[in-house]
């Protein structure tokens, strides 16, 4: 396809998104862009939040890891469903009954001001990390389709990346967002139904195509060798514990769980979350089990990331324009709400936005949210200088030590009353990770053993010792 015709549809879908933007502004204020005013109909956010659960990594790489791991996911998912459930009867109670803006607030009432700082500070290291690697991702995707053709700078490219998710969230903030990524779900999933239906049509219908996918082990799910590292018990805990660090120690995640109107219709969210999470990933399987079954007939020779999209490359172009959608729907539906979740964090953290003058606080939000949008525009700049995949994924892996320490954090916090001075958490929070990295590096001689998810339990394992060793007493009152 021309990159006419496939900047147009890209063009429309945009002009969609900020034409919702415009709708759900309302007052402008900051109650409305970090907390939509506390109006938010839960069926929505919980329709959103599945494709901001599925990043565009999510999208690529789920399906084209079918043919090296059959469908051995859906054992983390199961996990990811209890990690959901938890955060419901855990922690969205502790967060509705302090009424909290950013939840790293919880942080300076139980520690102090420099714990809320020190979690914070982590949680936006990590987002933007996470959320220019997203960026990078489709700015990559979208250039030899329409910015190389029209020899359009790389920089240009991603400065128009950027600006888009800038201009439909820097009225409304989260209330628009709640919106706007109730449709990038829903072309999320439009796309990959679209790709699902097509191909068990081609593969003589779906019980034929799941038959095969059976004949070759495709779709086994359940693996019970202790060294395989698809084995149950590993799986299913790493999915417990990502989701209660990714999602619920994260403000970004968190933010749209405080919009909903109560603790009530917070935890029907929840729920239906993960309900509609597991379906959503196991119906990526399948796309994936599917995708590998039509390039082996068709002889497409691409396999992992490459996958999908070499096959929807040998589809029509409605097929190729869906899936370009589904990309930017997956990776946007991230972004947009990463730009904003920054912005609360900072203002509330870092600024104390809500005990300054009314007339400084929208400014100073303003500015952060440009600001932040600045700093996703240099460290996407900073990735294409480096060119090479393995490093940036090494600075994605890297962030993630950061949710160590906000797990030893919130856990010490939650189930001890022992007290810890604020001065000691910021130094045990930073050298935590420091020291898991190294025992990661050096597991092989240490253990006989390579660690992967493991390393966040003992990251916040560590945190959650040293502050107990740190500790004096109790505190005198429920924070």
Known sequence: MSPYCTIIPIAIYFGVLVGISKLTAGKKDNQTFFKANKKAPWYLVAFGMVGVSLSGLTFISVPG????????????????????????????????????????????????????????????????????????????????????????????????????????????????????????????????????????GQLNGFGAAFDQLSEQNLSQVFFWEVNDGRQFFRSFLTGILMTLVMNGLDQDMMQKNLTCRSLKEANKNMFSLSLIFFIVNALFLFLGGFLTLYAQ??????????????????????????????????????????????TTAFCVDFLAIEKRPTDQQIALRKKAHIGFSVVLFVVILIFGSLNNRGLIFLLFTAAGFTYGPLLGMYAFGLFTRKKVSDLFVPVIAVLSPVVAYLIKENAVSLFGTRLTFEILLINGAMTFIALFLMSKGNVEEDT
Not at 128 to 136: D, F, N, T
Not at 309 to 326: D, E, K, N, R, T
């Open 65 to 200: 890891a079918v043919e090296s791991n059959s469908f051995s996911y859906l054992q983390m998912v199961m996990g990811n469903v209890v990690g959901y459930w938890l955060i419901m009867w855990v922690l969205l109670p502790l967060y509705y009954k302090m009424n909290l803006t950013s939840i790293y607030s919880y942080l300076g009432s139980r520690y102090g001001k420099r714990s809320q700082k020190t979690g914070s500070f982590f949680f936006l290291l990590s987002r933007v990390i996470g959320a220019s690697l997203r960026l990078y991702l489709v700015a990559l995707v979208l250039r030899p389709l329409i910015f190389a053709p029209l020899n359009i700078p790389f920089a240009v490219t991603v400065a128009i990346t950027i600006a888009l998710v800038w201009l439909y969230t820097h009225k409304g903030g989260i209330k628009t967002i709640v919106w706007t990524d109730t449709l990038q779900t829903f072309f999320l999933l439009a796309a990959m139904l679209v790709f699902v239906f097509w191909l068990s």
């Open 297 to 342: 007939q068709k002889g497409i020779d691409a396999k992992g990331d490459e996958l999908f999209g070499a096959v929807a490359q040998q589809a029509s172009g409605f097929f190729y324009v869906m899936f370009i959608l589904g990309v930017i729907a997956a990776t946007y539906s991230s972004a947009d709400s990463a730009l904003t979740s920054l």
